[in-house]
């Protein structure tokens, strides 16, 4: 069974204060990793998709990395408006083609101003 | 840009009755997926289409259904709504090769 578990389950820091995320997975064979954002009340917004051990993605104060087993979302000098749970989904390989994630529960991420 | 439109964001229903969430997309995605979220549980997959008319059950189908009558539309149907539905669904859609799911803002359900 695939399984996806994300730590820690909250965080707090201090603005400026850089820090990762961590998603651990156990898949059959990744087809792809998504990470996403959710704002309290909302639907999670896309961030990155991650294909292959290796792979980085960066976007603004966020960057993305992955290895065979984990992905880790690296958080540089974070901003309070970056406070937000943070989701992290594993695509596995099936044959005959399965397009259905599975999810972690998120980190809780907050920011003091 | 990228829009998964769900047409209700907060409905209030009493127990018994049959509620519609309805869902569309606009980027011609075949993939569409209905998730509800509950704290502590995270994102839970209820039901998803592939394709017109097609539907496969997720992990927790029960009291629920779906219609997929065109490809944009995607509508999440509770029979008779019971006060253990209240929760936060959320609509999704991917292209077929499923590299990339979006989601819609999400609708608030209060079952009383």
């Known amino acids: 069974e695939d399984q996806v578990t994300q730590s820690p389950e909250a965080l707090r820091l201090q603005e400026g204060e850089s820090s990762s995320l961590n998603c651990s997975y156990t898949?059959?064979?990744?087809?792809?990793l998504f990470w996403y954002r959710q704002d309290p009340g909302k639907g999670p917004e896309f961030l990155f998709t991650?294909?292959?051990a290796g792979e980085e993605k960066e976007k603004e104060r966020l960057k993305a990395t992955l290895t065979k087993k984990e992905s880790f979302l690296h958080i540089t000098a974070p901003k309070p408006e970056d406070s937000a749970t943070y989701l992290c989904?594993?695509?596995?390989?099936?044959?005959?083609?399965?397009?259905?994630?599975?999810f972690g529960r998120g980190t809780s991420l907050i920011v003091h101003p | 840009d990228v829009k998964v439109t769900q047409s209700s964001r907060y409905l209030v229903k009493r127990t018994g009755e049959k509620v519609f969430l309805e869902c569309v997309q606009d980027?011609?995605?075949?993939?569409m997926f209905w998730y509800r979220q509950d704290p502590g549980l995270g994102l839970r997959l209820i039901y998803f289409?592939?394709?017109?008319?097609?539907?496969e059950k997720g992990d927790i189908p029960e009291g629920y259904s779906v219609s997929r009558e065109k490809k944009e539309r995607f509508s999440l149907i509770l029979e008779s709504a019971s006060t253990n539905q209240t929760s936060m669904y959320l609509c999704?859609?991917?292209?077929?090769?499923?590299?990339?799911?979006?989601f819609g803002e999400g609708s608030w359900l209060t079952v009383v």
């Open positions: 999704a859609s991917s292209p077929r090769t499923g590299n990339t799911i979006y």
């Open positions: 898949v059959s064979g990744l087809r792809g």
């Open positions: 991650l294909y292959s």
């Open positions: 989904a594993v695509r596995p390989f099936v044959s005959g083609g399965s397009y259905i994630p599975t």
């Open positions: 980027m011609d995605h075949e993939n």
């Open positions: 289409s592939y394709d017109v008319k097609m539907k």
